[in-house]
DNA sequence: ATGATACTCGAACGCCTGTTCTGTGTCAAG
DNA sequence: CTTGACACAGAACAGGCGTTCGAGTATCAT
């Protein structure tokens, strides 16, 4: 019969499952599941097996356990509640740098200091899956989007845009990172700021546009101005 | 033998002490306790006695109960765990209309749709009191605070700010309500807009400045433009 | 080859736990 | 006084669940 191979780096295909299971698992129930129900929904004929998986992740420091506890684990770091969405902050955003896109499994590992957490509740429309990400706003440059140095955007990684989203868009002709909201027009594109004073930049279909994500959060901590 | 009287309106005694045992034990174990726990620590005998009890504030609301898994229940409404603060949205705020300010016993009740959930690691400072309430912006005059329309501040209840801080204020000289950061100055206040382009408001002293709040947070939830 | 390591399976054991049933004492209404 | 709702106890049942054990298979370095 074919065997998985031991990824010796990280976590295995079967870990990552699990891991997720039981986040997914714990969000739709508001309680953990238990052994045999990560076996059956991960492929595990036996609860021996799942046990033996619950004891890496929890070595590894993926997950707690109670013993002898039904249902007694949870996840560690990463969500530990279903009410909230844990978001890896990626790095910062400013006019002049290219923005930083999510690297294909880059969600996996990343450290709790470098994340926001969120509350469902606050999540607007169905943008509730994990594939979210979170940029620091850097410097002035996106006042016209009403977004003030020092911000957090939540992102939702996207190529394209429908009409009226806020988009985090790269212009490789002018070198310039920007965050606005799209229109698609017949002779091009219309990027229009959030501040309803400013004017709009307009695109001939010509120039470049690469959509990067679109903005679903904006928050702002207010410390002080000094 | 003693017998309890039941309280006809509102939780009984024993109600109460299931409730907070449930709120302590979930707290310090991670996890609900089981029909057993309970009864031994609110000196029930009886696993039936329990369940009785557990039925009851399922049906008043208080809790929620999955039934035949182990440990399946949790509180309903207040903030179970200490990781969300649940800030409770008291109405909107608009430049020609004075600031809702939270009276007195305010905070006691108020329904789950009217409120936020705030991640407390994203509260800055420690400002994690749960004396916040907040508000709606309602139109674009916030646009040099740079706050958009439907935008929520998260309010601090204060009467006077150090420099620096971004403060609620009600100028009753011009009837305007306004979002700006506050600076005492020998001759009076200035006001200063969070869009640096824009310019202060300069105030002498006889004019009248009532501080109603300190903002700590701004949450934009993007949905679409159109 | 050979042993070590990693991984998997199936079954059984036994405690944990929610559920249910029977019975008892209290108290207010009829 | 009878009746019935209410609060409670105790015991037993049945299923859920974590744990453990024995055994088998694949990969790989020795």
Known sequence: MMMMVRKSKGLGERHQ???????????EHKHPPSIREIGEHCDISSTSVVNYYLDQL?????????RKISRGMRLTGNTPLGDMLRVPVLGVIQAGEPIPV????????????????????LMPGKEKGKELFALQVQGD???DAMINDGDIVIL???????NGEMVAVWLSDRNETTLKYYYKEKDGYRLQPANPTMKPIMLK?????????KVVMVIRKVERYN
Do not use: C, W
């Open 17 to 27: 499952r699990i891991l997720d299971f039981i986040a997914s698992y714990q969000r």
């Open 102 to 121: 999510p690297s294909n499994a880059d969600f996996a590992s990343f450290t709790p200091e470098d994340s926001v957490e969120i509350a469902t509740s």
């Open 141 to 143: 440059s996106m006042i």
């Open 156 to 162: 939702k990684p996207t190529q394209d845009a429908r």
């Open 58 to 66: 929890e070595k590894s420091g993926h997950i707690e356990r109670d």
């Open 205 to 213: 279909k010509t120039e470049a546009l690469e959509i990067k994500g």
